[in-house]
């Protein structure tokens, strides 16, 4: 087994060819209510859940001032071709290695967290459609597509709630860098989405539809 930085060493597991299925979409645009439906809807058992904040670059290198000034909602503050290494190695039958990210200090632990290869890969992120490398290794393509408002509303709780940054700091970062970045990339790959689902994860409709395009996807594999 390898540490973050290199394909895993041990020998294929299986024959598994799984599914890959990539839910983008704005940040607090809903999309971990999404995925937390499909997982319920399709079992855990089945579903390797890997979040593109995972791969997050290690800025230790840094001072913690300098990396709270970073932009990270470019798709360069992300290690996305780790992540691609990491997509082709589960859908070869290899063990990987997640990467475990520390959003206050804005460092990479020395942990990480073993996944197996399974049914399905969920990949969950902001930035998945913006990469064509990244989006080409993807079966379903889904998008949440939900209000600025309420995307502004659920990030400012999210990010003082669970990444410990005050409100002004919030702000300042949604204006300087969260808005400008959607508009210039994540807005923009939404064109590539096989599936657009408006309002969430409170779209019921849509997510049926959805669980039952991946059952069927399942029972053909």
Do not use: C, W
Not at 25 to 37: A, E, H, I, L
Not at 172 to 180: D, S
Request: net charge negative; hydrophobic share 35%; charged share 30%.
């Amino acid at each position: 087994m390898t540490g973050v930085s290199g394909l895993p060493q041990q020998q294929a597991m299986n024959d598994l060819e799984p599914l890959i299925i990539g839910v983008g979409g704005g940040s607090g645009s809903g999309k971990t209510t999404v995925v937390n439906k499909i997982v319920e809807s399709i079992g855990s058992t089945d579903i390797v859940l890997i979040e593109h904040d995972s791969y997050y670059r290690d800025l230790r290198h840094i001072p913690l001032a300098e990396r709270q000034k970073q932009n990270f909602d470019h798709p360069s503050s992300l290690e996305t071709e780790l992540l691609i290494r990491h997509l082709e190695a589960l859908k070869s039958g290899y063990q990987i290695e997640i990467p475990v990210y520390d959003f206050v200090e804005h460092t990479r632990s020395n942990e990480t967290i073993s996944a197996s290869p399974k049914k399905i890969i969920l990949v969950d992120g902001i930035l998945i459609f913006s990469e064509p490398k990244l989006r080409n290794k993807m079966d379903i393509k889904i998008f949440v597509d939900t209000d600025d408002d309420i995307r502004l509303l659920r990030r400012l709780k999210r990010d003082i709630n669970d990444r410990g940054r005050d409100f002004d700091g919030v702000l300042n970062q949604y204006e300087k860098y969260v808005r400008p970045m959607h508009l210039e990339f994540v807005e923009p790959s939404k064109r590539y989405a096989d599936i657009i689902i408006p309002r969430g994860g409170e779209n019921k409709v849509a997510l049926d539809m959805v669980n039952a395009l991946i059952n069927r996807k399942l029972h053909d594999l």
